[in-house]
């Protein structure tokens, strides 16, 4: 089988930046993009009125001055809340972004996204169906589509019903019993697995298959080195600061 043109950069900055700002904000993506970054990955989920926005967690608590299940919450009650005084004084105020939010910044500047689709436990298919439908319309007319990953395969279904032309990952964090043959039935053009399960074996199955092969989160010098010897095609790491995507 023969392997299209990747048209994504190596290096992918995760939910935005890393840990230099608060993940998953604007100001991570403004980050990241001033260490160099090109390409980012972020998290996405639905408010309970349906809006695709950007958290990592199902709850609020961690990242956000808000409690509890954010699916609870219409967006008219998440826009209010601060995803930047957590982490530092200096990100205070900052707002948690929707995914259309996201699109304009990367669009406007030539970035390229990979969105993770992030559901809410039970909303995993309806959230792969919005969110790819919603990207198909952010996106129009894009010369490079975003690329939507998601450890659910109910999600990538969701998202091949509503939007069949975006490209798809499956995510692994281990590889459980048949997880390639349903990326492959899945339609994906790529796996992305959690670094350490990633070696010459699958790099050699998966390039068999004319899929792609992504790691995350990769913030260790020698991961990187042992990676960049397999020609893996994405690494998404939090170190912006010390991995530069133009070396
Ligand atoms: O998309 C790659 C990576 O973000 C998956 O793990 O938990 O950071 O979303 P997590
Ligand atoms: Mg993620």
Known sequence: ??????????????????????????????LGAAHGYRAFECDVKLSADGVPFVLHDAELDRTSSGKGRAADLAWSALSQLDAGGWHSRAHAGEPLPTLAGIAAYVRANGFHLNIEIKPTPGDEHATGRVVAAAAAQLWAGAAVPPLLS???????????????????????????PGCIEMATS??????????????????????????????????????????????VDGLITDAVDRFSPAA
């Open 186 to 231: 899945l339609g994906c053009v790529a796996v992305v697995t959690n670094h350490r399960v990633m070696d010459e074996a699958l790099r050699a199955q998966l390039q068999g298959l004319g899929l792609r092969a992504l790691c995350y989160t990769v913030n260790e010098t020698a991961d990187v080195a042992r990676l960049r010897a397999l020609a």
């Open 150 to 176: 998601s450890f659910r395969p109910e999600s990538l279904l969701g998202a091949r019903e509503t939007a069949p032309d975006l490209p798809r990952a499956l995510l692994l964090d281990t590889l459980w």
């Open 1 to 30: 089988m023969t392997t299209t043109a990747w048209p994504y950069p190596l290096w992918i900055a995760h939910r935005g930046a890393g840990k230099l700002a608060p993940e998953n904000t604007l100001a991570a993506f403004r």
